[in-house]
Structure formats: structure tokens, C-alpha cells
């Protein structure tokens, strides 16, 4: 099959790109490491794939509507919130 008969295929079969879905499956694999680890925003550019953090940086806030820094704040206070629940 030529590339362009997949690209037609995969496209008409799944609705998006393959460029799309792997950006998608990129940007789910950094939030998760975002919300649950330490690890410095580089670390986590390089493990979703990105040479570059600030390439990452953008990818990122474009597909999720916020920077790193803000995903990581914002998922330590849901859990913070999440901790003083359960305690209660």
C-alpha cells in the first residue's frame, strides 16, 4: 500500500490523522507524567517524544489549552482537593 493510499485509509476509517492520533497519545502519556511525577518538563518532552522542550512547550498548550506548568499546578490542587475529601 503507498504511503498516500494509508494516509486516505487511516484517515477515512479513524476521522483523523495519524499525525493527530499520535499527538493526542503524546500529549496523554506527558499530562499523566505532569499530574503524578516530579520529573522536570524536559524529562517529560523527551519521554513524549519532543527534542525540544520548548517544541514540547507549545505542542502541549496548543493541544491542551495550557501550559505545563499550569497542568502540573492545576493537577496538584485536584489532588490536594482530592486528599482533603477523603479524609473528611
Given at each position: 500500500?503507498?504511503?498516500?493510499?494509508f494516509i486516505r485509509q487511516?484517515?477515512?476509517?479513524?476521522g483523523?490523522?495519524?499525525?493527530?492520533?499520535?499527538?493526542?497519545?503524546?500529549?496523554?502519556?506527558?499530562?499523566n507524567?505532569?499530574?503524578?511525577?516530579?520529573?522536570s518538563t524536559?524529562?517529560v518532552?523527551?519521554s513524549?517524544?519532543?527534542q525540544s522542550?520548548?517544541?514540547?512547550?507549545?505542542?502541549?498548550?496548543?493541544?491542551?489549552?495550557?501550559?505545563?506548568?499550569a497542568?502540573?499546578?492545576e493537577?496538584?490542587?485536584r489532588?490536594a482537593?482530592?486528599?482533603?475529601?477523603a479524609?473528611?
Amino acid at each position: 500500500m503507498s504511503r498516500a493510499t494509508f494516509i486516505r485509509q487511516f484517515q477515512s476509517r479513524l476521522g483523523r490523522t495519524s499525525a493527530d492520533l499520535l499527538t493526542d497519545i503524546r500529549m496523554t502519556l506527558a499530562a499523566n507524567q505532569l499530574g503524578s511525577s516530579s520529573a522536570s518538563t524536559l524529562a517529560v518532552a523527551e519521554s513524549a517524544g519532543y527534542q525540544s522542550e520548548a517544541a514540547f512547550q507549545r505542542a502541549f498548550k496548543a493541544r491542551m489549552g495550557v501550559s505545563p506548568a499550569a497542568f502540573r499546578r492545576e493537577a496538584a490542587s485536584r489532588r490536594a482537593r482530592d486528599e482533603q475529601s477523603a479524609t473528611a
